[in-house]
């Protein structure tokens, strides 16, 4: 018999600390979004962080922030530090969101309505 | 069987891989209170099983609740579920399942920032959270319909009468839905894509 799940601690904070090498700020770097589109530029280093090599490895096709966020289990803060670090060593690229400044376009809207309606 | 960590870095399967040719993504969010069906709504139109990925509120987060000097190592982890829409071959649509309590509002941030609009799911048993979140929204300037999802058992309410209990402008489009149903769940998302060209293209008078 297991008591009640407690699933509020999360990842062990030590290691998030760890990998992100304490840092938590990485907006200064990259203006990453939850759905900027992730492409790795080279393949998976030996001498990676597994974090890193794992975030090389799943984004040989563009996937967005938010999935890495999903496939590795790691807070979004999180993995926008891993990103930054990638970026900024030039191993992954990212694909800008389509960020309206204040109302999107008509062309952008079309695309979407005509996207939805095939569903 | 030891599965845990290389199952869990393994990313996407081949089906649920976006074609190189992908260039940009657009985002929706379904904001709503707790078991509204935010992730029903989201499933259901998704071409991938929902991911969730979540946020950690830390102290050196955002600064909008200044605790008053108050140094806790306490974090709050919330999760959020999404999906994704391919829209066409350069162009993907995601979709966020939030939660509107006040409490979580440190998250819009990040999420509303770029975000195409969003969708207020309500259940008619739970009106008060509408009323936040809707006028937070307003605040924020973030263009939004209402979609009342259906639930068996529920008060019945005439659209006007929820219109004028959620104290709604005329201009904002209200629709029932099923979000169990891709279709229904389709219809909100067309009628915030119409509200959204609508804006577009007569821009309000500043």
């Keep these: 018999m297991s008591g ?116 | 069987m030891d599965c845990k960590s290389s199952d869990r870095h393994t990313g996407p399967s081949r089906e649920d891989t976006l074609p190189a040719s992908v260039t940009a993504a657009v985002k929706i969010v379904v904001v709503g209170g707790f078991g509204v069906g935010k992730t029903t709504m989201v499933g259901s139109v998704s071409e991938i099983r929902p991911l969730t990925t979540e946020e950690t509120m830390t102290q050196a987060g955002v600064g909008v609740d200044d605790t008053a000097g108050v140094e806790r190592k306490t974090s709050t982890t919330v999760a959020m579920d999404f999906g994704r829409i391919s829209i066409n071959d350069q162009l993907v649509l995601y979709l966020f399942g939030t939660p509107g309590q006040e409490r979580f509002w440190f998250l819009w941030n990040g999420l509303f920032q770029g975000a195409l609009g969003a969708v207020v799911l309500v259940d008619t048993r739970r009106l008060e959270v509408s009323f936040d979140v809707i006028g937070r929204l307003e605040e924020r300037g973030v263009p939004f319909v209402v979609a009342v999802n259906t639930f068996p058992g529920a008060p019945v ?31 909100v998302l067309m009628t915030l894509m119409r509200y959204l060209y609508s804006l577009a293209v007569t821009p309000e008078p500043k």
């Excluded at chain 2, 006007?160 to 389709?186: H, I, N, Q």
Aim: proline share 9%; glycine share 4%.
């Design chain 2, 157 to 187: 309410h005439s659209m006007e009468e929820l219109r004028a209990a959620l104290d709604l402008p005329e201009s904002v489009p209200m629709l029932d839905c099923d979000a169990r149903k891709r279709t229904s769940s389709r219809d």
């Design chain 1, 4 to 119: 009640p799940e407690d699933k509020s601690e999360g990842e062990q904070p030590e290691r998030l600390y760890i990998i992100t090498g304490g840092r938590s700020d990485a907006s200064e770097q990259a203006p990453l979004d939850l759905v900027s589109l992730i492409v790795s530029r080279s393949a998976p280093q030996p001498d990676m962080l597994p974090e890193h090599s794992a975030i090389v490895r799943m984004c040989q096709y563009p996937l967005s922030l938010a999935e890495i966020s999903a496939y590795l289990a790691l807070p979004v803060s999180v993995v926008k530090v891993l990103l930054a670090d990638l970026l900024g060593d030039g191993r992954v690229e990212a694909r800008a969101p389509v960020t309206p400044a204040s109302l999107p376009d008509v062309e952008l809207l079309e695309a979407v309505m005509h996207g939805l309606q095939k569903l």
